[in-house]
């Protein structure tokens, strides 16, 4: 059974540090090789595809005006909302709970360096699923428009789809730092859901146009009530909300990722830093 | 080379390392051996940089393991063959290695042929690998890189005894091209047979090291005797006569005296013998002794049934 021997029958290359590029390939790599990783990929791809498909159906039998670009893009961008994060803590998670990150920091010991390879791993899909999103919203302006008769109406501002980019990526990184600063994935899931879906999309908006001190408040502490003033000032002026856009909103926005994206990171990436492996 | 100096790793009160220093030395196995939680796995984890020590430090050919440009072409590591992701298949988790390290897919060819892995049990996901399989893996990934310096942690665990063989001819073979190769275990007898060096270690403290010859002079345990004749009472006497403290074990006696002097006893009194052996301990009872603090059972025991064996 000895027979074959140890060395290698082709000379290996010289011993370099290992290129970051590589480490990206490699985390890349990573969140796709696995049946977990795959499927996430699938199940959100599809979604994309089933709301596409369930607008487009209701454009046909109603005779509901086909919608403009804003709302395509928005309506397409919620599956990845709702999904893209949770690759960006297993990534994270998955290390610990299936013990890889021994033989991952035993390949490159810097552990600053594979959590930036990570992150950067991360950044690109989450970039891409956007991109698909907003490019099947496109698809969808366009059949939409056709179905129902009428010219597509292109209103998606270049500001309006850097917000979108933007907001995706904050969540991205939400969910990253909290990985890092949990390192489980249930743990991870729970705040990062319990977060966007239970305090942000139900309690914070439901208290917000209610209360004074919701008003005063929740601009400091919740990312989406920051942002409204810059994504929706429309919607908010309707409702009848100051909108504050100036220093004040800006403050709000910063302290708010501050809170939610900047700590967890910080925090996380010092855990990750400091802990033994093992 | 592996060094290691006054290697320390304290957990609140409990001293996990307590002030080991030791050389592992190219073109040599170095057995690392001690009871279970004796520290072998914290000083292994310090080596690789996954555990900070609190004092002391490890190198590699005189370079801390940070310091290693693509440590994976230096060092081959095997901690734990379980920590793979159950989810991949025995290939993929060398492809992803070769691709960190920046090797050809080939190497990845090679190194499942070497460890005996089939093509169709290297696309089997590692959720069903029996541990065997896993070990093979986990030594296939220690050497892709063709690393110098192998730190492999319990690597004959789970091994059939064919598998522990072939692993026995493997690390020999590499250290005879020149390798470093530590391993560790709680198991003696696997570990006898491989290690040119061992190591012996306890509550986190060396208490032995040397070669097997060395370990069993250097403990007292030459000069013993297991003798049994046809006329123990006559036999008794001339040993006694020359000095020698003997004391009836079973249906023989036990000898202060190395087995040559026993028997020109039993010639010049005219004793048949009908067994004579070296009563020394073994190396086994050496390490049970020595690590008595850290076992778990009561080695009192344990050590009578070796003495009387």
Do not use: C
């Not at chain 1, 909300?241 to 900047?262: K, Q």
């Not at chain 2, 042929?113 to 220690?142: F, W």
């Not at chain 2, 190591?199 to 040397?210: C, D, F």
Request: aromatic share 6%; charged share 15%; no cysteine.
């Amino acid at each position: 059974m000895s027979a074959v021997s140890v060395a290698p029958s082709t000379p290996l290359p010289t011993a370099t540090k290992v290129p970051f590029g590589r480490l990206v390939m490699v985390e890349w790599r990573k969140m796709t090789d696995t049946r977990a990783g795959r499927v996430m990929l699938m199940i959100t791809g599809g979604l994309i595809a089933l709301v596409a498909a369930i607008i487009l159906l209701v454009t046909a039998l109603s005779d509901m005006a086909a919608l403009d670009a804003t709302t395509w893009m928005s309506a397409l961008s919620f599956p990845v909302s709702l999904l893209v994060p949770v690759l960006a803590i297993m990534i994270v998670t998955q290390e610990w709970g299936q013990r890889t990150h021994m033989v991952t920091f035993t390949l490159e010991p810097s552990r600053l360096k594979v959590v930036f390879a990570k992150l950067l791993a991360v950044f690109v899909l989450g970039v891409v699923t956007m991109a698909v999103a907003v490019g099947v919203g496109a698809l969808g302006t366009v059949l939409g428009a056709a179905i129902a008769g009428s010219d597509p109406t292109w209103n998606v501002t270049g500001e309006a789809l850097a917000w979108t980019l933007a907001t995706q990526i904050l969540y991205l990184l939400m969910g990253f730092g909290l990985a890092m600063l949990l390192l489980n994935t249930p743990a991870a899931l729970v705040i990062y859901y319990g977060y966007t879906l239970i305090l942000e999309a139900s309690i914070f908006s439901a208290l917000y146009f209610v209360f004074d001190w919701a008003q005063s408040l929740f601009p400091w502490i919740s990312m989406q009530v920051a942002m409204m003033p810059f994504i929706a000032p429309d919607q908010m002026q309707a409702a009848g909300l100051t909108v504050e856009d100036g220093a004040l909103g800006i403050a709000r926005l910063f302290t708010s990722i501050a809170l939610w994206v900047g700590l967890p990171l910080v925090l996380g990436t010092m855990r990750v830093l400091k802990s033994e492996l093992k | 080379m592996i060094k290691v100096e006054g290697l320390t790793r304290v957990y609140g009160p409990f001293t996990a390392v307590d002030d080991v220093s030791f050389t592992a030395e190219a073109g040599k196995v170095t057995g690392f051996l001690g009871p279970n939680g004796a520290g072998k796995s914290t000083t292994m984890r310090i080596m690789v940089g996954l555990t900070n020590p609190t004092k002391g430090r490890a190198t590699i050919n005189g370079s801390l393991y940070a310091d290693l440009p693509n440590p994976g072409r230096h060092v081959g590591v095997l901690l734990d063959a379980s920590a793979q992701h159950d989810g991949r298949t025995g290939r993929e988790v060398l492809t992803l290695a070769a691709m960190t390290m920046g090797l050809p897919k080939s190497r990845v060819d090679e190194m499942l042929e070497l460890v005996s892995l089939t093509p169709s049990e290297a696309k089997r996901r590692i959720k069903n690998y029996s541990l065997g399989m896993k070990q093979r893996l986990g030594i296939a990934h220690a050497l892709i890189g063709d690393p110098k310096v192998l730190i492999l942690d319990e690597p004959a665990n789970g091994l059939d005894p064919a598998g522990i063989r072939w692993m026995r001819g493997l690390l020999k073979e590499y250290a005879d091209r020149g390798g470093t190769v530590l391993l560790s275990s709680h198991l003696l007898h696997e570990v006898e047979q491989i290690a040119d060096e061992l190591i012996l270690i306890g509550n986190g403290r060396i208490v032995a090291e040397g070669t097997k010859d060395t370990i069993l002079s250097g403990h007292g345990s030459a000069g013993q005797s297991l003798v049994t004749s046809l006329d123990n009472e006559a036999l008794t006497v001339a040993l006694k006569a020359k000095g020698y403290s003997v004391e009836p074990i079973g249906t023989g006696m036990r000898v202060s005296a190395a087995p040559a002097e026993v028997g020109k006893a039993a010639l010049e009194s005219n004793v048949v013998l009908t067994d004579l052996r070296d009563g020394g301990a073994g190396l086994e009872d050496i390490f049970l002794q020595l690590t008595a603090e850290t076992q778990r059972e009561s080695t009192t025991q344990i050590h009578a049934e070796g003495a009387s064996a």
